[in-house]
Protein backbone atom coordinates (compact mmCIF):
# COMPACT_ATOMS: atom_id res chain seq x y z
CA UNK A 1 0.00 0.00 0.00
CA UNK A 2 1.75 3.51 -0.94
CA UNK A 3 1.87 5.66 2.16
CA UNK A 4 1.14 9.29 1.17
CA UNK A 5 2.69 12.63 2.69
CA UNK A 6 1.25 15.08 2.91
CA UNK A 7 2.95 18.42 3.61
CA UNK A 8 1.42 21.53 4.71
CA UNK A 9 0.87 24.47 2.12
CA UNK A 10 3.00 27.11 1.79
CA UNK A 11 2.02 30.56 2.88
CA UNK A 12 2.07 33.46 0.54
CA UNK A 13 5.11 35.67 -0.06
CA UNK A 14 7.08 32.33 1.55
CA UNK A 15 7.61 30.45 -1.70
CA UNK A 16 10.80 30.86 -3.56
CA UNK A 17 10.05 30.28 -7.03
CA UNK A 18 12.79 27.06 -7.96
CA UNK A 19 15.91 27.72 -9.93
CA UNK A 20 15.37 27.32 -13.42
CA UNK A 21 18.91 26.32 -13.66
CA UNK A 22 19.57 23.69 -11.32
CA UNK A 23 15.76 22.11 -11.13
CA UNK A 24 16.06 22.07 -7.16
CA UNK A 25 12.94 22.56 -5.74
CA UNK A 26 13.07 25.47 -3.56
CA UNK A 27 14.21 25.21 -0.10
CA UNK A 28 12.48 26.88 3.09
CA UNK A 29 12.86 30.47 3.19
CA UNK A 30 15.73 31.19 5.58
CA UNK A 31 15.35 32.16 8.80
CA UNK A 32 11.96 29.16 9.51
CA UNK A 33 11.98 26.44 11.12
CA UNK A 34 10.94 23.33 9.38
CA UNK A 35 7.91 21.57 10.14
CA UNK A 36 7.73 18.44 12.43
CA UNK A 37 6.94 15.18 10.39
CA UNK A 38 4.02 12.96 12.14
CA UNK A 39 5.08 10.58 13.93
CA UNK A 40 4.42 6.64 12.39
CA UNK A 41 2.22 4.15 14.07
CA UNK A 42 3.73 0.52 14.37
CA UNK A 43 2.24 -3.02 15.30
CA UNK A 44 1.86 -3.62 19.44
CA UNK A 45 2.64 -7.24 19.06
CA UNK A 46 5.46 -7.61 16.07
CA UNK A 47 6.20 -4.09 15.71
CA UNK A 48 5.43 -3.31 12.29
CA UNK A 49 4.50 -0.33 10.91
CA UNK A 50 1.04 0.55 9.94
CA UNK A 51 0.07 3.41 7.81
CA UNK A 52 -2.67 5.81 8.28
CA UNK A 53 -6.25 4.01 8.64
CA UNK A 54 -4.64 0.30 9.12
CA UNK A 55 -6.65 -1.09 11.62
CA UNK A 56 -5.01 -4.37 11.14
CA UNK A 57 -1.22 -5.77 11.07
CA UNK A 58 -0.55 -7.36 8.02
CA UNK A 59 2.15 -9.85 9.18
CA UNK A 60 0.59 -10.80 12.69
CA UNK A 61 -2.84 -9.91 12.05
CA UNK A 62 -3.01 -8.26 15.08
CA UNK A 63 -5.21 -4.93 15.47
CA UNK A 64 -3.84 -1.34 15.01
CA UNK A 65 -3.86 0.24 18.46
CA UNK A 66 -7.02 2.19 19.41
CA UNK A 67 -8.84 -0.22 16.48
CA UNK A 68 -11.92 -2.73 17.27
CA UNK A 69 -9.36 -5.21 16.67
CA UNK A 70 -6.81 -4.97 19.15
CA UNK A 71 -9.51 -6.14 22.19
CA UNK A 72 -9.85 -9.16 20.26
CA UNK A 73 -7.20 -12.30 19.98
CA UNK A 74 -5.04 -12.29 16.64
CA UNK A 75 -6.69 -14.75 13.75
CA UNK A 76 -3.89 -16.55 13.52
CA UNK A 77 -3.76 -17.81 16.85
CA UNK A 78 -7.37 -18.65 16.57
CA UNK A 79 -6.86 -20.60 13.03
CA UNK A 80 -4.02 -22.53 14.24
CA UNK A 81 -5.95 -23.73 17.85
CA UNK A 82 -9.20 -24.04 15.45
CA UNK A 83 -7.04 -26.44 13.09
CA UNK A 84 -5.26 -28.36 15.72
CA UNK A 85 -8.29 -28.90 17.40
CA UNK A 86 -9.99 -30.27 14.12
CA UNK A 87 -6.89 -32.34 13.38
CA UNK A 88 -6.78 -34.02 16.72
CA UNK A 89 -10.78 -34.76 16.60
CA UNK A 90 -10.03 -36.39 13.22
CA UNK A 91 -7.45 -38.97 14.31
CA UNK A 92 -9.61 -39.73 17.49
CA UNK A 93 -12.28 -40.80 15.13
CA UNK A 94 -9.61 -42.79 12.76
CA UNK A 95 -8.14 -44.59 15.00
CA UNK A 96 -12.00 -45.19 16.49
CA UNK A 97 -13.17 -46.68 13.48
CA UNK A 98 -9.50 -48.54 13.04
CA UNK A 99 -10.97 -50.54 16.84
CA UNK A 100 -14.00 -51.21 15.75
CA UNK A 101 -12.96 -52.54 12.30
CA UNK A 102 -10.72 -55.06 13.76
CA UNK A 103 -12.07 -56.18 16.86
CA UNK A 104 -15.97 -57.01 15.55
CA UNK A 105 -15.60 -58.08 12.06
CA UNK A 106 -19.05 -57.83 9.96
CA UNK A 107 -21.27 -60.50 10.31
CA UNK A 108 -21.94 -62.51 7.17
CA UNK A 109 -25.74 -62.13 6.26
CA UNK A 110 -27.00 -65.62 4.94
CA UNK A 111 -30.72 -65.49 2.97
CA UNK A 112 -31.69 -68.51 2.57
CA UNK A 113 -35.30 -69.18 0.43
CA UNK A 114 -37.60 -71.63 1.41
CA UNK A 115 -40.35 -72.73 -0.79
CA UNK A 116 -43.58 -73.25 0.60
CA UNK A 117 -45.49 -76.26 -0.13
CA UNK A 118 -49.10 -77.02 -0.44
CA UNK A 119 -50.66 -78.53 2.41
CA UNK A 120 -51.89 -82.19 2.37
CA UNK A 121 -55.55 -82.83 1.89
CA UNK A 122 -57.04 -82.68 4.96
CA UNK A 123 -58.55 -86.18 6.04
CA UNK A 124 -60.81 -86.74 8.89
CA UNK A 125 -57.85 -88.45 12.26
CA UNK A 126 -58.62 -91.33 13.54
CA UNK A 127 -59.39 -90.75 17.37
CA UNK A 128 -57.02 -92.72 18.96
CA UNK A 129 -56.36 -93.43 23.17
CA UNK A 130 -53.26 -91.99 24.60
CA UNK A 131 -51.84 -94.49 26.72
CA UNK A 132 -50.10 -93.55 29.60
CA UNK A 133 -47.53 -95.10 31.79
CA UNK A 134 -48.70 -97.09 34.95
CA UNK A 135 -51.48 -98.51 33.57
CA UNK A 136 -55.09 -96.67 32.16
CA UNK A 137 -56.24 -94.39 29.53
CA UNK A 138 -56.38 -90.70 29.07
CA UNK A 139 -54.37 -87.51 28.45
CA UNK A 140 -53.19 -87.63 31.72
CA UNK A 141 -50.61 -89.93 34.51
CA UNK A 142 -50.09 -89.93 37.93
CA UNK A 143 -50.25 -86.70 39.46
CA UNK A 144 -51.91 -84.95 36.65
CA UNK A 145 -48.93 -84.36 34.50
CA UNK A 146 -50.06 -83.92 31.10
CA UNK A 147 -48.72 -86.62 28.25
CA UNK A 148 -47.64 -86.00 24.67
CA UNK A 149 -49.59 -87.57 22.52
CA UNK A 150 -48.35 -89.38 19.29
CA UNK A 151 -48.51 -86.53 15.78
CA UNK A 152 -50.83 -87.41 13.29
CA UNK A 153 -49.83 -90.29 11.01
CA UNK A 154 -46.81 -91.19 13.10
CA UNK A 155 -45.91 -94.70 12.80
CA UNK A 156 -46.24 -96.92 15.61
CA UNK A 157 -43.44 -98.92 17.00
CA UNK A 158 -43.67 -102.76 16.19
CA UNK A 159 -44.45 -104.81 18.91
CA UNK A 160 -40.97 -106.80 20.44
CA UNK A 161 -42.06 -110.34 21.95
CA UNK A 162 -40.75 -109.98 25.30
CA UNK A 163 -40.02 -114.05 25.43
CA UNK A 164 -37.70 -115.36 22.76
CA UNK A 165 -38.90 -118.39 20.08
CA UNK A 166 -36.81 -121.19 20.66
CA UNK A 167 -37.25 -124.10 18.46
CA UNK A 168 -38.43 -127.27 19.23
CA UNK A 169 -35.88 -129.93 18.88
CA UNK A 170 -36.56 -133.64 18.59
CA UNK A 171 -34.36 -135.89 20.70
CA UNK A 172 -33.72 -139.01 18.78
CA UNK A 173 -34.63 -142.26 20.62
CA UNK A 174 -31.66 -144.10 22.54
CA UNK A 175 -30.32 -146.76 21.28
CA UNK A 176 -29.71 -150.16 23.33
CA UNK A 177 -26.47 -150.97 23.56
CA UNK A 178 -25.48 -154.03 21.44
CA UNK A 179 -29.04 -153.05 19.20
CA UNK A 180 -28.72 -152.21 15.93
CA UNK A 181 -29.99 -148.36 14.71
CA UNK A 182 -33.37 -148.38 12.88
CA UNK A 183 -35.06 -146.92 10.21
CA UNK A 184 -38.25 -145.29 9.93
CA UNK A 185 -40.86 -146.58 8.00
CA UNK A 186 -44.52 -144.40 7.14
CA UNK A 187 -47.26 -146.68 9.49
CA UNK A 188 -49.77 -148.31 7.42
CA UNK A 189 -53.42 -149.32 8.16
CA UNK A 190 -54.67 -152.74 7.17
CA UNK A 191 -58.39 -153.80 6.93
CA UNK A 192 -59.85 -154.98 10.23
CA UNK A 193 -60.52 -158.46 10.36
CA UNK A 194 -59.73 -161.58 12.98
CA UNK A 195 -55.98 -162.44 14.04
CA UNK A 196 -55.07 -165.48 12.35
CA UNK A 197 -51.35 -167.25 12.85
CA UNK A 198 -50.37 -164.64 14.53
CA UNK A 199 -50.87 -161.62 12.38
CA UNK A 200 -52.24 -158.05 13.21
CA UNK A 201 -55.45 -156.47 11.25
CA UNK A 202 -56.54 -152.86 11.74
CA UNK A 203 -54.50 -150.25 12.71
CA UNK A 204 -50.80 -150.77 13.32
CA UNK A 205 -48.41 -148.97 16.36
CA UNK A 206 -46.28 -146.52 14.97
CA UNK A 207 -42.81 -147.75 15.48
CA UNK A 208 -39.32 -147.75 14.07
CA UNK A 209 -38.28 -150.20 11.65
CA UNK A 210 -34.71 -152.08 12.61
CA UNK A 211 -32.20 -150.39 10.64
CA UNK A 212 -30.65 -153.52 8.66
CA UNK A 213 -27.73 -153.94 6.86
CA UNK A 214 -27.32 -153.87 3.17
CA UNK A 215 -26.31 -157.11 3.17
CA UNK A 216 -28.41 -158.81 6.43
CA UNK A 217 -30.45 -160.46 3.85
CA UNK A 218 -29.69 -163.84 2.36
CA UNK A 219 -31.57 -167.09 0.90
CA UNK A 220 -32.35 -169.51 2.83
CA UNK A 221 -31.68 -173.04 1.37
CA UNK A 222 -31.74 -175.84 3.31
CA UNK A 223 -32.94 -178.74 0.84
CA UNK A 224 -30.29 -177.10 -1.74
CA UNK A 225 -32.64 -176.27 -4.36
CA UNK A 226 -31.30 -174.84 -7.39
CA UNK A 227 -29.70 -171.39 -6.89
CA UNK A 228 -31.15 -169.97 -10.16
CA UNK A 229 -34.53 -170.77 -8.36
CA UNK A 230 -33.83 -167.47 -6.12
CA UNK A 231 -34.22 -163.72 -6.98
CA UNK A 232 -31.71 -161.47 -5.13
CA UNK A 233 -32.14 -160.89 -1.47
CA UNK A 234 -31.03 -157.67 -1.00
CA UNK A 235 -34.08 -156.70 -2.94
CA UNK A 236 -36.31 -157.21 0.12
CA UNK A 237 -34.96 -155.08 2.51
CA UNK A 238 -33.76 -151.89 0.14
CA UNK A 239 -36.64 -150.26 1.15
CA UNK A 240 -38.47 -150.18 -2.18
CA UNK A 241 -41.84 -152.07 -2.62
CA UNK A 242 -41.47 -152.13 -6.32
CA UNK A 243 -38.30 -154.84 -5.87
CA UNK A 244 -38.35 -158.55 -4.37
CA UNK A 245 -36.77 -161.04 -3.89
CA UNK A 246 -38.63 -164.66 -5.40
CA UNK A 247 -38.77 -168.40 -5.08
CA UNK A 248 -39.20 -170.42 -7.88
CA UNK A 249 -42.64 -172.43 -7.51
CA UNK A 250 -41.65 -176.36 -8.31
CA UNK A 251 -44.66 -177.53 -10.10
CA UNK A 252 -43.84 -181.31 -9.66
CA UNK A 253 -44.41 -180.32 -5.37
CA UNK A 254 -46.74 -177.40 -5.81
CA UNK A 255 -48.16 -175.71 -3.70
CA UNK A 256 -45.67 -176.96 -1.37
CA UNK A 257 -42.76 -174.91 -0.80
CA UNK A 258 -39.48 -175.24 1.53
CA UNK A 259 -37.44 -172.36 1.44
CA UNK A 260 -37.28 -169.01 3.30
CA UNK A 261 -35.71 -165.28 3.66
CA UNK A 262 -33.07 -165.44 5.83
CA UNK A 263 -32.23 -162.30 8.03
CA UNK A 264 -28.77 -161.80 9.75
CA UNK A 265 -29.27 -159.35 12.43
CA UNK A 266 -25.52 -158.74 13.40
CA UNK A 267 -26.20 -158.39 17.14
CA UNK A 268 -29.08 -160.18 19.34
CA UNK A 269 -32.31 -158.03 19.52
CA UNK A 270 -35.61 -158.13 21.15
CA UNK A 271 -38.05 -157.86 18.69
CA UNK A 272 -41.89 -157.79 18.68
CA UNK A 273 -43.41 -157.53 15.05
CA UNK A 274 -42.25 -158.12 11.41
CA UNK A 275 -44.23 -156.88 8.65
CA UNK A 276 -44.53 -158.71 5.27
CA UNK A 277 -44.79 -157.31 2.01
CA UNK A 278 -45.66 -158.58 -1.04
CA UNK A 279 -46.95 -158.95 -4.26
CA UNK A 280 -48.13 -162.81 -4.50
CA UNK A 281 -50.68 -162.61 -1.43
CA UNK A 282 -52.14 -166.02 -0.45
CA UNK A 283 -48.77 -167.69 0.73
CA UNK A 284 -48.35 -169.19 3.78
CA UNK A 285 -45.88 -168.20 5.98
CA UNK A 286 -44.34 -168.92 9.53
CA UNK A 287 -41.94 -166.99 11.66
CA UNK A 288 -38.52 -168.52 13.31
CA UNK A 289 -35.88 -167.07 15.15
CA UNK A 290 -32.61 -168.53 16.60
CA UNK A 291 -30.14 -167.19 18.83
CA UNK A 292 -26.46 -168.62 17.64
CA UNK A 293 -23.18 -168.14 16.14
CA UNK A 294 -24.26 -170.27 13.10
CA UNK A 295 -27.10 -170.39 11.00
CA UNK A 296 -28.63 -173.52 11.86
CA UNK A 297 -28.41 -176.38 9.15
CA UNK A 298 -32.28 -177.03 8.73
CA UNK A 299 -35.71 -175.55 9.69
CA UNK A 300 -36.48 -178.58 11.99
CA UNK A 301 -33.13 -177.93 14.08
CA UNK A 302 -33.93 -177.01 17.64
CA UNK A 303 -32.23 -173.89 17.76
CA UNK A 304 -34.76 -172.63 15.72
CA UNK A 305 -37.63 -171.18 17.76
CA UNK A 306 -41.42 -170.24 16.59
CA UNK A 307 -41.91 -166.82 16.65
CA UNK A 308 -45.39 -167.33 15.21
CA UNK A 309 -47.46 -169.98 13.87
CA UNK A 310 -48.49 -170.69 10.55
CA UNK A 311 -50.29 -167.90 8.78
CA UNK A 312 -52.25 -166.95 4.89
CA UNK A 313 -51.02 -163.92 4.05
CA UNK A 314 -53.81 -162.89 2.08
CA UNK A 315 -53.19 -159.53 1.81
CA UNK A 316 -50.59 -157.42 0.13
CA UNK A 317 -49.05 -155.96 3.14
CA UNK A 318 -49.86 -158.26 6.46
CA UNK A 319 -48.05 -157.27 10.09
CA UNK A 320 -47.09 -160.47 12.29
CA UNK A 321 -46.82 -160.01 16.02
CA UNK A 322 -43.78 -162.48 17.14
CA UNK A 323 -43.93 -164.10 20.40
CA UNK A 324 -40.66 -164.41 23.17
CA UNK A 325 -40.53 -160.49 23.15
CA UNK A 326 -38.76 -160.92 25.75
CA UNK A 327 -35.86 -163.25 24.06
CA UNK A 328 -32.93 -161.75 22.02
CA UNK A 329 -32.13 -163.41 18.81
CA UNK A 330 -29.31 -163.54 15.76
CA UNK A 331 -31.34 -164.83 13.23
CA UNK A 332 -34.75 -164.62 11.83
CA UNK A 333 -36.54 -166.67 9.51
CA UNK A 334 -39.53 -166.18 6.78
CA UNK A 335 -40.41 -169.54 5.81
CA UNK A 336 -42.50 -169.95 3.11
CA UNK A 337 -44.34 -173.64 3.14
CA UNK A 338 -47.21 -172.74 0.82
CA UNK A 339 -47.85 -170.94 -2.63
CA UNK A 340 -50.99 -169.11 -3.28
CA UNK A 341 -52.49 -170.99 -6.65
CA UNK A 342 -52.14 -167.91 -8.88
CA UNK A 343 -48.20 -168.34 -8.41
CA UNK A 344 -48.29 -172.10 -9.69
CA UNK A 345 -47.37 -172.27 -13.02
CA UNK A 346 -46.18 -175.39 -15.57
CA UNK A 347 -43.13 -177.22 -16.37
CA UNK A 348 -42.57 -175.13 -19.08
CA UNK A 349 -43.38 -171.89 -17.39
CA UNK A 350 -43.07 -172.54 -13.77
CA UNK A 351 -44.67 -169.67 -10.84
CA UNK A 352 -42.92 -167.98 -8.11
CA UNK A 353 -43.44 -165.82 -4.59
CA UNK A 354 -42.32 -162.73 -4.40
CA UNK A 355 -41.02 -160.91 -0.85
CA UNK A 356 -41.02 -157.67 -1.38
CA UNK A 357 -39.68 -156.01 1.65
CA UNK A 358 -39.40 -157.40 5.10
CA UNK A 359 -39.57 -154.96 8.08
CA UNK A 360 -38.69 -156.15 11.66
CA UNK A 361 -39.56 -153.71 14.99
CA UNK A 362 -37.70 -154.27 18.34
CA UNK A 363 -39.75 -155.01 21.23
CA UNK A 364 -40.92 -152.03 23.30
Known amino acids: M ?35 EPAQRGCAK ?11 CLQCGAG ?50 VALLAPPAATA ?28 GAIKPPKIPLKALTPKITIPKTITPGSTPTATTPATTTPAGPVTGGAINGEEPKQTAVLLDTNAATTY ?66 VYGANAHTVPASITDPAWIRLSGPLDAKKKKTRISLRHSGKAFSFITLWISKAP ?24
Open 64 to 113: APGSLGASTPSWHSTTAILGATAILALGALAAAYAALSKSSPKAHVVTTT
Open 221 to 286: NPYNYPPTNFGDPSLAIDGDTTTAWTAQVIPSTAPKMAEGLLIDLKATQKLSALTLITSTPGMTVQ
Open 341 to 364: KSAIGTEQAPGHVSVNEVELFPAS
Open 2 to 36: ATLLVDSPAQPGEQTPPDASTGAPAGPPAGSAPAP
Open 125 to 152: PTATTPITPGGGTGTTGRGGAVKPALPF
Open 46 to 56: CGAPLVAGQEW
